[in-house]
């Protein structure tokens, strides 16, 4: 469970009902192509947004009741329409994916919420709708869990988004700590460094815990597949404190007995 692209997203979980495992594999391709196009490859920024505005305008034939262009979209069509999924959680992934072709920094943490909003949250937001649980306090604590993985991928991989000239750390956060970009430049570890990791991983650790108490409001199956996410997600957390926040030489991730723990973890939920 790498906390990592669209990997994160329960793709045909043995957790999940098996008549759930197609409408979410279609989804997740929608979803996976779409950032692909976005992230993937050499391709200039003018092509990638062509792409982009392409799946929208699949997006607006399904949403105008006309027959889309492409198979993919054809069965994302019947999915929508038999889970009357709403289309904008859609519209919301493919802007996300937009403005990762054309913004690289984040003023502060709101805007960076913002961006999680609309890049993460519909997926949560999707499967809940897909198991008819979209109570506002669930949509909420969903929202929370996504936002939170969106940041733990974002601490996770500072140095790899570096490479892709991509800054998601706040940009009011490094005065704060003494730091500059330059520091993620020269794959600078220092004690200040740890701090601002600290305050980081306290933020999406803050986040996932509001939104943990979702698990007991869902059916057994899903309500397990989203306690191993939280506890992955969290498992994360506890790998970066554990390396006081260098992700210059030491990149945190799961390894396979790290399932072991999040069973257990996951039990006493």
């Known amino acids: 469970m790498p906390v990592d692209h669209y990997e994160n997203f329960p793709v045909a979980s043995l957790l999940l009902p098996a008549k759930l495992r197609r409408p979410i594999e279609v989804i997740y391709r929608f979803a996976r192509s779409a950032d692909d196009i976005a992230d993937e490859g050499d391709a200039e920024p003018a092509e990638r947004l062509a792409g982009l505005a392409a799946y929208q305008a699949e997006l607006d034939r399904i949403a105008a009741g006309q027959a889309p262009h492409s198979a993919m979209f054809v069965a994302l069509a019947e999915v929508i329409e038999q889970y009357r999924l709403p289309i904008q959680l859609f519209r919301d992934l493919l802007d996300a994916f937009a403005q990762d072709v054309v913004k690289q920094r984040y003023a502060d943490y709101p805007e960076l919420l913002d961006y999680c909003r609309r890049s993460a949250n519909p997926v949560g937001r999707l499967v809940l709708h ?61 004690a200040n460094w740890a701090a ?54 030491r990149r945190p991730k799961l390894g396979k007995w790290d399932w072991l723990v999040l069973a257990g973890r996951s039990l006493t939920m």
């Open 130 to 190: 897909l198991f008819g649980r979209t109570e506002a306090e669930h949509l909420e604590q969903s929202d929370c869990i996504c936002s939170a993985l969106q940041l733990i991928n974002f601490w996770q991989d500072v140095a790899v988004d570096w490479q892709k000239d991509r800054v998601y750390i706040p940009q009011t956060d490094f005065p704060h700590f003494k730091l500059t970009e330059d520091d993620i430049a020269a794959s600078r570890w220092s």
């Open 196 to 249: 601002l990791m600290d305050f980081e991983i306290d933020r999406a650790q803050a986040l996932m815990l509001r939104g943990a108490p979702l698990v007991h409001a869902l059916p057994g199956r899903l309500g397990w597949e989203i306690r191993l996410t939280i506890q992955g997600g969290l498992r994360i957390l506890e790998k970066l404190r554990q390396v006081r926040g260098d992700v210059f030489h």
